[in-house]
């Protein structure tokens, strides 16, 4: 039996939990940490150490502490903002579940920006200087995070994200791992916010320019820029370039789209289609449809461009495409957010390790 209340934060607080704990449990509850970091914001979760092999995850998932803070992606904001981000919000969340730096088992984050080794053994090393020498610490790219939170945990398939940018990040049965897209706007990440929003700006100065077509888009991004012309978009977008407050435009272009504006309907498909290549360079890479394309697998859909849009959807748009060259992949929209994900790799791998170790 177990004991549960409501939080404010939507998940549950657990009193007196009875799943299979961590051996290392004492009088102080053990728990682990859960990061999401992206590009827009950082997300950090703290639960109970669980043993969950066996399917006896709670739905929800317990959440005792829930902290947000900024963007965490080192390559936008510099190392040391990065850092200091990171500590601050597993800090917050670590307070508000009542628990110490002492009773956290592992810590698992799944940061945007994380493209080499180089990358995980620089954020490894921030950790290590946060928490004590016990502590298990895991680090990850923010798509193998968001594939946890659609799998509970468990990693096999394919994640989509579009959010400010784009990522498909996939694992195979037997633990090979592949992805593409997720280098940023400078190298293309077309069918996130980010590359949906730029190109709807650029289509604006081509048709003032008279180099393109005129369209819907003019007005409507003028408006909520409260901007009077144009030529004021130029220094509108360089006086701050960062990635989220460019892709913030993306629900202009789908309004334009949804009331018929050419532009902004061809910018949108091409987005889809943009995406849905992304996938299918991942699902080649690790043969997840077998050899005739019919074999099943989970796409795990995350991010604001896939699922915000209800009339334009372009994430069913892009799950149409993919379905027609893989049937049996099947869509998955995540219950829990992308920390929660992360908080279940740490259970995960933290229980594996000590399996292996002959502990548990």
């Not at 969340?93 to 995980?120: F, M, R, W, Y």
């Not at 195979?172 to 791992?177: A, P």
């Given at each position: ?219 409507c991004i003028l408006k909520s820029l409260n901007l009077s012309s144009p030529d004021e978009l130029i220094g509108w977008t360089y006086a701050d370039p960062s990635w989220a407050r460019i ?114």
């Amino acid at each position: 039996m177990s004991t549960t209340k409501n939080t404010q934060n939507g998940g549950v607080s657990v009193d007196r939990y009875d799943l299979h704990i961590g051996s290392d449990c004492n009088d102080e509850k053990t728990v682990v940490l859960g990061v999401d970091g992206g590009t827009t914001s950082t997300i950090c979760v703290c639960m109970p150490l669980l043993h969950i092999s066996n399917n006896h995850l709670p739905d929800p998932p317990p959440i005792l502490g829930r902290a947000i803070a900024g963007c965490s992606n080192h390559n936008s904001v510099g190392e040391t903002l990065a850092r200091d981000t990171l500590e601050q919000v597993m800090m917050e969340a670590l307070s508000k579940s009542g628990a110490k730096k002492s009773a956290v088992e592992a810590v698992c984050l799944g940061v945007s920006g994380v493209n080499h080794p180089n990358d995980q053994d620089r954020i490894l090393n921030w950790l290590r200087e946060i928490f004590p020498k016990h502590v298990k610490v895991y680090v990850q790219n923010d798509a193998v995070a968001a594939l946890a939170s659609g799998s509970m945990g468990k990693l096999h398939g394919c994640v989509l994200i579009a959010g400010t940018g784009s990522i498909a990040y996939g694992f195979s049965e037997d633990g090979k791992e592949a992805r593409a897209a997720g280098g940023g706007p400078v190298l293309g990440d077309w069918g996130s916010g980010y590359g949906i929003a730029a190109q709807a700006l650029t289509c604006v100065v081509r048709a003032h320019d008279g180099r393109g077509p005129q369209t819907m888009l003019t007005n409507c991004i003028l408006k909520s820029l409260n901007l009077s012309s144009p030529d004021e978009l130029i220094g509108w977008t360089y006086a701050d370039p960062s990635w989220a407050r460019i892709a913030a435009l993306v629900p202009v272009v789908v309004s334009c789209a949804e009331d018929g504006d050419g532009v902004a309907n061809q910018i949108l498909n091409e987005a889809v289609q943009e995406l849905a290549v992304t996938v299918k360079a991942v699902v080649h890479k690790l043969g997840l449809s077998g050899a005739d394309n019919s074999g099943e697998f989970p796409i795990v859909l995350v991010g604001g461009v896939l699922t915000d849009n209800k009339n334009w959807d372009i994430g069913q748009k892009v799950v149409n495409t993919l379905i027609k060259t893989y049937p049996g992949a099947f869509p998955v929209r995540p219950k829990v957010e992308p920390a929660v994900g992360a908080a279940l790799l740490a259970c995960n791998f933290y229980m594996k390790e000590k399996e292996k170790n002959g502990v548990l």
